[in-house]
């Protein structure tokens, strides 16, 4: 029996499938140190998940509108205005299982088959998934080490054709840590004003901006506050160290949000209410906390620069968002697949080779610093005596 055309599309999520196997390497005894997944080693912070718990126990389990409880979009609406400087409506806002799913709603309420979407590459393995699976066209923007792995305003408008539906970006992103600047945002949002193409924004790193870097955050969505263009993808799961409770908010055109919101009620009904609940505490509380374990991030990233920076072969930027190093390893093997392999053989370290984010991420492995000192300690030792020092 012949599967559908659309299922022959799906590619997944390349990085749990190297989760998977390091997992299955651990269950036979093998010890891994784990740098090849988004998924901070932090716990979520009690009042969090005490949240939830109380949620659970006043028989918080049953439906709730598909759109979100209202609490946690009012609370959202207040949170964005002190954080992008603009105070969307109510029905702007989408409660979702995780910002992942905020993109695949966005593309499939925007895309049809053939038409085209601009996507930065390296990038999120997921932007192309999604896109492949509703038989999009991929355009690619290509970041490079030279350019600091930014998007030039001028290629991106050259690729701009009457088929462009979309643009897609990332910032701080994913899986180079690049951040954009303000003016690189205005122009790109002047592109999709000028040819009235949608922007998704994907911002789930936006709390994820080190105090080294010389450029504040800044997010499109405050030019249009998500009235016509502007989809600001954003979720829980990075920032307070809750990726396993799948939870998120999106903000954008009212017109687009309804019809994400059927569509989320089609998949999946409604997103759990003492999730809903866990959020609420999360957005609405002392910060401390997560501030903390931002600044333990950089911590690491700085441990982890100062340590890949010395090996032979090894070329990188220091990352000025997000929690992901990618160094060029071009001189050491053009083929990041075969060194990811033979850096999780030999060594026990697992890392994400750079061409699963896209043609121009090959000659590139990805580490996530999202992980203890003592960690990143012993990985850089195991490293440096493989590859030796400059």
């Known amino acids: 029996m012949k599967l559908s055309n659309a299922s022959t599309r799906l590619l997944g999520q390349k990085m749990f499938q190297i989760l998977e ?136 408008r050259s690729k701009i054709t009457k088929n462009t539906k979309l643009i897609i970006i990332n910032s ?18 002047e592109i999709a004003e000028e040819n009235d193409i949608y922007l998704i924004s994907d911002e789930i790193y936006s709390r994820m901006i080190y105090k080294d870097h010389k450029v504040d955050f800044y997010s499109p969505s405050t030019i249009d506050q998500c009235k016509n263009r502007v989809i600001l993808i954003n979720g829980l799961s990075k920032s307070y160290a809750m990726t396993g409770w799948r939870i998120g908010l999106v903000t954008g055109p009212k017109d687009l949000i309804y019809k994400m919101a059927l569509l989320q009620e089609t998949l999946v009904s409604c ?20 501030n903390h374990m931002v600044d333990q991030f950089k911590k690491r990233r700085d441990m982890l620069y100062n340590g890949l920076r010395t090996l032979n072969g090894f070329e990188l930027i220091k990352p000025d968002g997000a929690f992901y190093m990618f160094p060029r390893i071009s001189k050491i093997n053009t083929n990041s697949q075969m060194l990811a392999d033979e850096i999780l053989d030999k060594l026990g370290i697992a890392v994400a080779p750079g061409s699963i984010f896209g043609e121009y991420g090959e000659g590139h492995i990805r580490f996530c610093f999202a992980n203890s000192m003592q960690n990143i300690e012993i990985a850089l030792e195991k490293l440096k005596k493989y590859f030796g020092e400059k």
């Open 21 to 156: 196997k390091c997992q299955n390497l651990e269950s036979q005894g093998k010890k891994i140190y784990h740098f090849e997944i988004g998924d901070p080693d932090f716990d979520t912070p009690s009042n969090i998940k005490n949240a939830a718990i109380e949620s659970l126990l006043r028989g918080d389990t049953h439906y709730s509108k598909s759109s979100g409880i209202d609490v946690l979009k009012e609370k959202a609406r207040h949170v964005t205005l002190k954080s992008r400087g603009f105070l969307p409506d109510f029905d702007q806002i989408l409660v979702t299982p995780g910002a992942n799913f905020q993109i695949y709603l966005a593309s499939a309420c925007i895309l049809n088959p053939g038409d085209e979407v601009i996507i930065p590459n390296p990038s999120f393995v997921s932007y192309n998934s999604i896109a492949q699976l509703i038989g999009a066209k991929i355009i690619s923007v290509p970041l490079s080490y030279d350019n600091n792995y930014k998007i030039d305003p001028d290629y991106l």
């Open 172 to 189: 701080p992103n994913n899986p180079t840590g690049s951040v954009m600047s303000q003016n690189d945002f205005k122009e790109i949002y």
């Open 271 to 290: 997103v759990p209410v003492f999730t809903q609940y866990a959020a609420l505490e999360a957005i609405s509380a002392s910060q401390v906390e997560i």
